[in-house]
């Protein structure tokens, strides 16, 4: 149901914050830092370097929260207002609303219980979209995790012709791939939350949506073109026709020892092949 979803968010927030400062080199640190939190690295070179990984981690997760919170506060600001206007004037009529959250790359219309989150002044707008992010992760990673398993099990039928045992290599297998599922999940799930921002429209940009252009049945169009160009005309005037050619059909010959082909019953050099 979700209501610890932001302890596990935070978590997950910590543990990404981990996994970059011990990649080991600063530049791998600063492009995985950018790529899953979506901020700039918060100390230099040189105090990566000098600090400790610990520290390192504490700073950069104290870094990636205040930015977080910044983006839920103006996710939560920006609904607000238009909450607020669909409740008083329309709540008997709706229970929940879509509200549009992008990450840059894919939108996601994320179902909001319209009194909940007029009550909270659009603070649910936040829980409900970490839910929904969250969920859908998971769904994605679970079922790659069980396609992978299928093909461990098919793979793994090999190992006893190495004299192996093909059960322990699966189990072997299989928390690695677990293990891969988690990190794919976590990375995967603070990327788009870190990122997650409503589309925001200027007042006199917001028009009711036109209807749809009609297809027009003329889909060709005749014209009519200038051949005063010698080439152009040579072009008109070939024919384009495809020429059936009549196959090339090999006579036979007469050898000439071979019988006259008169009748006559003389070799044809005797005959008619006299002068050949």
Not at 93 to 100: G, L, R, S
Not at 104 to 130: D, H, P, Q, W
Not at 133 to 141: G, R, S, V, Y
Not at 239 to 266: F, H, L, M, Q, Y
């Amino acid at each position: 149901m979700g209501e610890r979803i932001g302890m596990d968010i935070v978590n997950m927030i910590w543990d990404r914050c981990v996994y970059a400062v011990e990649l080991g080199d600063f530049d791998n640190v600063k492009m995985e830092i950018l790529q899953t939190l979506a901020m700039e690295v918060p100390f230099t070179e040189e105090e990566y370097n000098k600090m400790k990984k610990e520290d390192l981690a504490e700073k950069t997760f104290e870094a990636a929260m205040n930015n977080f919170k910044r983006k839920t506060d103006r996710m939560a600001q920006i609904a607000n207002p238009v909450i607020k206007q669909v409740y008083e004037m329309q709540g008997h009529m709706y229970e929940n609303i879509m509200i549009p959250i992008t990450d840059g790359k894919r939108l996601y219309n994320i179902s909001v219980n319209l009194k909940a989150a007029y009550e909270t002044e659009g603070k649910e707008i936040v829980k409900s979209f970490e839910k929904a992010i969250l969920l859908h992760t998971i769904d994605d990673a679970w079922k790659e995790n069980l396609r992978e398993l299928d093909e461990l099990k098919h793979s793994v039928q090999n190992a006893s012709y190495e004299q192996k045992d093909p059960l322990l290599i699966f189990k072997l297998e299989s928390v690695n791939l677990f293990d891969n599922m988690v990190h794919k999940i976590n990375n995967n799930t603070i990327s788009v939350l870190m990122r997650g921002q409503i589309p925001v429209q200027e007042p006199e940009q917001v028009r009711e949506a036109a209807p749809e252009p009609q297809a027009p049945r003329q889909q060709y169009r005749e014209e009519k073109q200038d051949l005063s160009d010698p080439h152009q005309q040579a072009a008109a005037g070939r024919d384009t026709r495809e020429v059936k050619r009549e196959p090339i059909r090999a006579e036979k010959t007469v050898g000439r020892n071979d019988p006259c082909p008169c009748g006559s019953g003389k070799k044809y050099k005797n005959c008619h092949g006299q002068n050949a």
